[in-house]
């Protein structure tokens, strides 16, 4: 069973840049959200895909968007960078049906985002 | 939305003694309450879970119990190890559509000899 990967592991930009964050769910899970984690805090929920559509959003702006393919892998893509965006982003695949959360959460190593 | 507040922030103890962390939510809609570990460099792995059916639940060395009516939920770890060194994280939710989690700001654990 593979476990949910992201790519890439580290990356840096410089603020206004546009970034796109991947990652592949749990074998069998349908379900992925996103989070944001900030240094010394804990994950922030930014939104969750299910059957391709966005499916709850959490308090992030519109330039944080997103996509899920029909494999459930996902993409996060964040337009005009800000430095307070640098952070580690978390996806986690899950497997309950219509988007809900029946147990557990599977998270990946993150993608650590350094702005300048 | 939720608050959630854990409590302590950081915690110290002797290898083989036990330690408890304490979570308090405000969104009386919650019915899911799991716990997170997060070692350095990796993602969260949930090590534990109740809903909210159930008062207690026990998995060897760890245990969780919650308290609904005052909205709190508290993870024990007795005879604790040194490979017990992580951050938790507490992060109440709903199950339902578009449901999600909110997790606490962390307490880091650190076991010594």
């Known amino acids: 069973e593979t476990g949910v990967t992201q790519s890439p592991t580290h990356l840096i930009k410089t603020r206004g840049q546009q970034v796109t964050l991947r990652c592949s769910s749990q074998?069998?899970?349908?379900?992925v959200s996103w989070y944001q984690q900030a240094l010394g805090q804990g994950p922030q929920f930014i939104f969750q895909?299910?059957?391709?559509?966005?499916?709850g959003r959490g308090n992030f702006p519109p330039r944080f968007s997103g996509l899920q393919f029909p494999n459930y892998s996902s993409e996060l893509n964040v337009n005009a960078l800000e430095l307070d965006d640098s952070a580690l982003y978390l996806c986690?695949?899950?497997?309950?049906?219509?988007?809900?959360?029946?147990?557990?959460?599977?998270f990946g190593e993150g993608s650590r985002l350094t702005v300048l | 939305g939720e608050n959630v507040e854990q409590h302590p922030s950081t915690l110290s103890v002797q290898e083989g003694d036990s330690a408890v962390i304490k979570c308090t939510y405000s969104d009386s809609a919650s019915n899911y309450f799991p716990w997170y570990k997060q070692e350095l460099g990796k993602g969260p792995q949930l090590i534990i879970d109740i809903r909210s059916n159930v008062g207690e639940k026990k998995d060897q060395r760890i245990a969780v119990t919650l308290n609904k009516t005052a909205k709190h939920f508290s993870l024990h770890i007795t005879e604790t190890q040194p490979e017990d060194s992580a951050v938790y994280f507490c992060a109440p939710g709903y199950t339902g559509t578009a449901s999600k989690l909110t997790f606490g700001t962390g307490t880091r654990l650190q076991v010594t000899l």
């Open positions: 074998s069998g899970h349908n379900t």
């Open positions: 986690a695949s899950s497997g309950g049906t219509g988007g809900s959360i029946t147990g557990e959460l599977f």
């Open positions: 895909y299910y059957r391709e559509e966005e499916n």
